[in-house]
């Protein structure tokens, strides 16, 4: 039943990115809107995506939600954020260039899950792979968006950029390598493991249309719609399952995690309020803020991931 629900949000949510891809392309969405639908959706999916980890964190490790517990999930969770935010003091760029690439590794693991790969190390560098490569050629193709954003990163200079803009007008040949050098890695892993099939070839074509999309889209809407529809609706799929909450509705998830989301909720609207006017500002904040939270929360996430292959 769930892997019909899971294939079925899949091809839902690729009807509503193709949707979405003609609307702009037709009528040109105006910057106010796209932030409107990049703010609803952190609100509605990206947020409350991750204000489950600590019941994913009790459930993997079959404990009883107490204080005692709360308390070890706190010191574990707040640690990671705590060494992050100490590396990002001491430097921006290592900060941003561990941030890509553990979210790399966490993208991968959702975006290829319906491929079915088995829990080796194979799977692992297959995820990180098409994660990072995923991410830097999404960088690429929207450098001048992206440039701005990090220039709103505070201690973050226009000399550091230099490099990036090097790479910048050779978009379409740094993907062609990308794909050269990820298919075939791909098609030897499957057959390695003999799980070439309908199923991952079907993951691919998906994926590809996926990022088709993404790539030509504004980047409020296009990373908007990656992050927030379809990495964090598939991922609150996952959990869905994972917590044995497949018949509660999404109401019932929020209401669950009023805490944590009542707590984003409020930074965002303090962000906004602080940094209205200055979108880059805002988003780089915003960004950074998501960026102190990847690791504990991909940590989370690829406990129970690894445990279903």
Same mark, same amino acid.
């Given at each position: 039943?769930?892997?019909?629900?899971?294939?079925?949000?899949?091809?839902?949510?690729?009807?509503?990115?193709c949707a979405?891809?003609?609307?702009h392309?037709f009528?040109p969405?105006?910057?106010?809107?796209?932030?409107?639908?990049? &703010?609803?959706?952190?609100?509605?999916?990206g947020?409350?995506?991750?204000?489950?980890?600590?019941?994913?964190?009790?459930?993997?490790?079959k404990e009883?939600?107490?204080?005692r517990?709360?308390?070890?999930?706190?010191?574990?969770?707040?640690?990671?954020?705590?060494l992050?935010?100490?590396?990002w003091?001491?430097s921006v760029?290592?900060?941003i260039l561990?941030?890509?690439?553990?979210?790399?590794?966490?993208?991968?693991?959702?975006?290829?899950?319906?491929?079915g790969?088995?829990?080796?190390w194979g799977s692992k560098?297959?995820?990180?792979?098409?994660? !990072?490569?995923?991410?830097?050629?999404?960088l690429?193709?929207?450098?001048?968006?992206?440039?701005?954003i990090?220039?709103?990163?505070p201690?973050f200079?226009?000399?550091q950029?230099?490099?990036?803009r090097?790479f910048?007008?050779?978009?379409?040949?740094? !993907?062609?390598?990308?794909?050269?050098?990820?298919?075939?890695?791909?098609?030897?892993?499957?057959?390695?493991?003999?799980?070439?099939?309908?199923?991952q070839?079907?993951a691919?074509l998906?994926?590809?249309?996926?990022?088709?999309i993404?790539f030509?889209?504004?980047? !409020?809407?296009?990373?908007?719609?990656?992050?927030?529809?379809?990495?964090?609706?598939?991922?609150?799929i996952?959990?869905?399952?994972? !917590?044995?909450?497949?018949?509660?509705?999404?109401w019932?998830?929020?209401?669950?995690s009023?805490?944590?989301?009542?707590a984003s909720?409020?930074m965002i609207?303090?962000?906004?309020?602080?940094?209205? &006017?200055?979108?880059?500002r805002?988003?780089a904040?915003?960004?950074m803020?998501?960026?102190?939270?990847?690791?504990?929360?991909?940590?989370?996430i690829?406990?129970f991931?690894?445990?279903?292959?």
């Amino acid at each position: 039943m769930f892997k019909l629900n899971s294939k079925y949000s899949r091809f839902k949510y690729l009807v509503f990115a193709c949707a979405l891809f003609l609307v702009h392309y037709f009528f040109p969405i105006n910057e106010s809107i796209q932030l409107l639908f990049f &703010g609803l959706g952190v609100l509605f999916f990206g947020i409350p995506h991750g204000s489950l980890d600590h019941f994913i964190y009790h459930h993997h490790r079959k404990e009883v939600m107490t204080l005692r517990s709360i308390a070890h999930f706190l010191l574990f969770y707040l640690g990671f954020a705590i060494l992050y935010s100490i590396l990002w003091i001491i430097s921006v760029e290592l900060s941003i260039l561990l941030f890509i690439l553990i979210s790399a590794y966490h993208f991968g693991e959702m975006d290829l899950k319906s491929m079915g790969l088995k829990a080796n190390w194979g799977s692992k560098m297959l995820f990180s792979v098409y994660g !990072l490569l995923f991410l830097l050629n999404y960088l690429l193709y929207q450098f001048p968006q992206v440039e701005a954003i990090l220039l709103g990163f505070p201690g973050f200079e226009n000399s550091q950029i230099e490099k990036l803009r090097l790479f910048y007008g050779y978009q379409q040949e740094f !993907l062609l390598g990308s794909i050269l050098v990820f298919v075939p890695l791909l098609i030897i892993y499957l057959i390695l493991n003999k799980q070439i099939g309908f199923p991952q070839m079907e993951a691919i074509l998906q994926l590809a249309l996926l990022m088709v999309i993404v790539f030509n889209l504004p980047i !409020l809407l296009g990373f908007g719609l990656y992050f927030n529809i379809w990495h964090a609706g598939l991922s609150m799929i996952e959990i869905k399952k994972f !917590l044995g909450w497949q018949d509660k509705s999404y109401w019932f998830i929020y209401r669950k995690s009023w805490i944590t989301n009542g707590a984003s909720f409020l930074m965002i609207a303090i962000l906004f309020l602080v940094f209205k &006017g200055n979108l880059e500002r805002l988003l780089a904040i915003f960004f950074m803020a998501i960026a102190i939270l990847t690791a504990p929360h991909m940590k989370v996430i690829s406990s129970f991931f690894s445990k279903e292959r």
